[in-house]
């Protein structure tokens, strides 16, 4: 009888732990195990007789992973492409249910997760396949976007906090002997670099608690209507081959400028405005990812309050508790706190 392997297809509703037991079990390092679990699909064990490969494959199923046992002259899988993940929450609602889900998924504690899924962008996974990207994706629900990268082709931004003007000229010192060219607009320090630039920068300066390094990838875009004409077909058809209801047309149209399609990426986005481009209608696509929100709070017996501001998902997060417990809570333009 041919000897056989188990092959690990995808991690599915298992977890890290899952994968640990696995790996004490079968005496391969826990480290391995994991990597494989999570760069499904792969070889987790071979060179077995077939009842214990069948009966090992039928464990993991029960495990909520997806394997099978095959002969060991087949062709193994070949090795997947390799992704880095974040995460776009697009239902504050389910945001402490999707903290739970990630802190299994991922093995962390929930105040971890909760801290990875409110940073911008929210990155909670990297050098992953596919198959655990559509388990995540899975995992959470259509409550969120699961968006992936591929590293060695991303573009990356360094944005820059405030900072004291002798560390902000040591870091632009730095970024000029590397060759970066230096931005002075709002809160860009560097722009569209490559993945190995953007790692040894950050290797130096990943201490002084000012620089981030942002994915162009995991960046969302709304699409705003400037203008249009609500007598002309072409741009009607156009308006709604972008997503916009018929029925609200002339309304959105008549508050111009307006926002008609959020949660998107920049190839979405682009194709959006080239669409309604081609019909004549006046649109441009704003980056959301950075977005800052405040929140104006009333409560009985109180005057109104102005809270904030904070990042757009913490806001709306702190806001969908706000409400839980009986306030009466809207978002505000980040403008209107900071006045």
């Given at each position: 009888?041919?000897?056989?392997?188990?092959?690990?297809?995808?991690?599915?509703?298992?977890?890290?732990?899952?994968?640990?037991?696995?790996?004490?079990?079968?005496?391969?390092?826990?480290?391995?195990?994991?990597?494989?679990?999570?760069?499904?699909?792969?070889?987790?064990?071979?060179?077995?007789?077939?009842?214990?490969?069948?009966?090992?494959?039928?464990?993991?199923?029960?495990?909520?992973?997806?394997?099978?046992?095959?002969?060991?002259?087949?062709?193994?899988?070949?090795?997947?492409?390799?992704?880095?993940?974040?995460?776009?929450?697009?239902?504050?609602?389910?945001?402490?249910?999707?903290?739970?889900?990630?802190?299994?998924?991922?093995?962390?504690?929930?105040?971890?997760?909760?801290?990875?899924?409110?940073?911008?962008?929210?990155?909670?996974?990297?050098?992953?396949?596919?198959?655990?990207?559509?388990?995540?994706?899975?995992?959470?629900?259509?409550?969120?976007?699961?968006?992936?990268?591929?590293?060695?082709?991303?573009?990356?931004?360094?944005?820059?906090?405030?900072?004291?003007?002798?560390?902000?000229?040591?870091?632009?010192?730095?970024?000029?002997?590397?060759?970066?060219?230096?931005?002075?607009?709002?809160?860009?320090?560097?722009?569209?670099?490559?993945?190995?630039?953007?790692?040894?920068?950050?290797?130096?300066?990943?201490?002084?608690?000012?620089?981030?390094?942002?994915?162009?990838?995991?960046?969302?875009?709304?699409?705003?209507?400037?203008?249009?004409?609500?007598?002309?077909?072409?741009?009607?058809?156009?308006?709604?081959?972008?997503?916009?209801?018929?029925?609200?047309?002339?309304?959105?149209?008549?508050?111009?400028?307006?926002?008609?399609?959020?949660?998107?990426?920049?190839?979405?986005?682009?194709?959006?405005?080239?669409?309604?481009?081609a019909a004549g209608v006046a649109a441009h696509a704003e980056l959301?990812?950075?977005?800052h929100l405040g929140l104006e709070v009333t409560q009985p017996g109180?005057?109104?309050?102005?809270?904030?501001?904070?990042?757009?998902?913490?806001?709306?997060?702190?806001?969908?508790?706000?409400?839980?417990?009986?306030?009466?809570?809207?978002?505000?333009d980040a403008e209107l706190v900071t006045r």
């Amino acid at each position: 009888m041919l000897p056989h392997r188990v092959v690990l297809q995808s991690i599915g509703s298992a977890t890290p732990h899952v994968a640990a037991q696995v790996g004490l079990g079968l005496g391969v390092p826990v480290p391995q195990m994991v990597t494989a679990f999570y760069r499904a699909p792969s070889v987790l064990v071979d060179d077995l007789d077939q009842p214990r490969a069948a009966e090992l494959a039928a464990l993991l199923a029960d495990l909520g992973c997806q394997a099978h046992a095959e002969p060991c002259d087949e062709e193994p899988p070949a090795r997947g492409t390799l992704f880095d993940v974040a995460v776009h929450v697009v239902d504050e609602s389910q945001f402490d249910a999707m903290v739970a889900a990630v802190a299994s998924f991922v093995g962390c504690s929930t105040d971890v997760a909760e801290q990875m899924l409110l940073a911008t962008p929210a990155l909670v996974l990297g050098g992953v396949t596919e198959p655990t990207v559509t388990a995540l994706q899975t995992l959470l629900g259509p409550g969120a976007t699961v968006l992936t990268s591929q590293p060695s082709r991303a573009r990356f931004d360094l944005l820059l906090s405030p900072c004291p003007p002798a560390q902000r000229e040591r870091l632009l010192a730095d970024l000029r002997t590397r060759g970066v060219v230096v931005l002075d607009e709002g809160p860009w320090l560097a722009r569209d670099l490559d993945k190995p630039t953007a790692d040894a920068i950050w290797e130096v300066h990943r201490r002084s608690g000012v620089l981030r390094v942002a994915n162009q990838d995991f960046y969302r875009f709304e699409v705003v209507l400037d203008s249009a004409d609500a007598t002309d077909p072409a741009a009607r058809r156009a308006l709604e081959q972008v997503g916009l209801p018929a029925e609200v047309l002339d309304q959105a149209i008549a508050q111009a400028p307006i926002t008609i399609a959020d949660d998107l990426s920049a190839d979405q986005a682009l194709a959006h405005i080239a669409t309604l481009d081609a019909a004549g209608v006046a649109a441009h696509a704003e980056l959301t990812t950075f977005l800052h929100l405040g929140l104006e709070v009333t409560q009985p017996g109180h005057p109104p309050q102005v809270l904030g501001p904070w990042p757009e998902l913490t806001a709306r997060v702190a806001r969908q508790r706000l409400v839980q417990q009986g306030a009466l809570v809207e978002l505000v333009d980040a403008e209107l706190v900071t006045r």
